[in-house]
């Protein structure tokens, strides 16, 4: 069975500055998408990044990117110039080959101080 | 804009009552998903489904049922509510021709059973 793991489950930073959360995961398959979704107190889940497995170049939007590295099964996100908005749960979610599934991390909980 | 509505935010019920939990999506989606959501664990698949009156289990489905009649609409039914279905109940939805299969989610249902 396919898993994944959320080593932090609760991170924070200063507003401004930078963060990384960590996301590994466990597979045979060599195709697959992996996704972080972001879901802010009492607020609905949202898609933030997506990437494809078989791209080497990392993903970015904006002030978000990943780190992809296919071979240690690691798929961390980084978060730039925080900022207040940027609090919330966040959530690896890797959709394995063939599969509409997705399969969630443990979730790690981000604070950003002012 | 995509949406997708659960019926209730909160909803609070007695062991072993019946339980109907609905989620509706106006995006002419073909898969929809219920999830479970406790704290430590992520998110857990209850049930899904690829297609109306189509349903499969996922990796907790004890316990529930699911219906689709309609292809907006996908209900969860606790048939006899227990304490330890207290929960978070999130329902999604995704799109089958993209190869992406990012899911939009639903604000969630938060089920005291008592």
């Known amino acids: 069975a396919q898993t994944v793991t959320q080593s932090q489950p609760e991170m924070s930073v200063q507003e401004a500055e930078t963060v990384t959360l960590s996301c590994t995961y466990d597979t045979s398959e060599s195709d697959y998408y992996l996704f972080w979704y972001k879901q802010p107190p009492s607020r609905q889940m949202i898609l933030v990044i997506r990437q494809e497995a078989y791209k080497q170049q990392n993903a970015t939007e904006n002030r978000f990117s990943v780190n992809f590295q296919k071979a240690a099964k690691s798929f961390s996100l980084k978060i730039s110039d925080s900022q207040l908005g940027d609090a919330a749960m966040y959530f690896c979610?890797?959709?394995?080959?063939?599969?509409?599934?997705?399969?969630f991390g443990q979730g790690t909980r981000l604070t950003i101080n002012p | 804009d995509v949406k997708v509505t659960q019926s209730s935010r909160y909803l609070v019920k007695r062991t072993g009552e019946k339980v109907f939990l609905e989620c509706v999506q106006d995006m002419d989606h073909e898969n929809m998903f219920w999830y479970r959501q406790d704290p430590g664990l992520g998110l857990r698949l209850i049930y899904f489904s690829y297609d109306v009156k189509m349903k499969e289990k996922g990796d907790i489905p004890e316990g529930y049922s699911v219906s689709r009649e309609k292809k907006e609409r996908f209900s969860l039914i606790l048939e006899s509510a227990s304490t330890n279905q207290t929960s978070m109940y999130l329902c999604?939805?995704?799109?089958?021709?993209?190869?992406?299969?990012?899911?939009?989610f639903g604000p969630g249902t938060r089920l005291t059973v008592t």
């Open positions: 979610a890797p959709s394995f080959q063939g599969a509409q599934k997705l399969v």
């Open positions: 999604a939805s995704s799109y089958s021709g993209t190869i992406y299969y990012e899911q939009y």
